[in-house]
């Protein structure tokens, strides 16, 4: 089930799963502007409204791509923080083209590696080493993550959930 985020101007910002949005307006980031009365979220604490779409309480600034700009942290995020290469966590971002051979700093070819993968996969490319990516990288969907304050929220949910 997934929820429409409106900017607090009120144009489409985001979709992020319910529980997202159950979250931005738990804590007070946001109101419910449409919420589907036939499925409330059962929680132990009673029932919760279920957000179809919800708008955004501040302004969330957007300028134009700048949001999906590739960056080391938004290549972790993107790819879990795990390895592409072997699938352990990850903390290094590595360039599956090498830029020694044109590779670019792009969403298609950056990926999440951990540390021994990189240092083994240095300049050489997948078929040098007979590697393989365990996903096609991709440049992420405009999404819910990408509105500041959500890991937070995330881990309000953790204690909320943890708490009940
Ligand atoms: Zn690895």
Redesign the pocket.
Known sequence: MRTLVLNAGYEPLAVVTFRRALLLVLAEKASIVVEDVAAPVRSTHGQLPRPTVIVLKRYVRRPYRSMNHVSRRGVLRRDHFR?A????A?NTIDHVIPRSRGGLNTWENLVA??L???SRKADKTLAQLGWKLKFTPREPSYGGHLISGLDRIDETWNEYLQAS
């Open positions: 390895c290469y072997c699938g352990r990850a590696a951990c021994p993968c990189n």
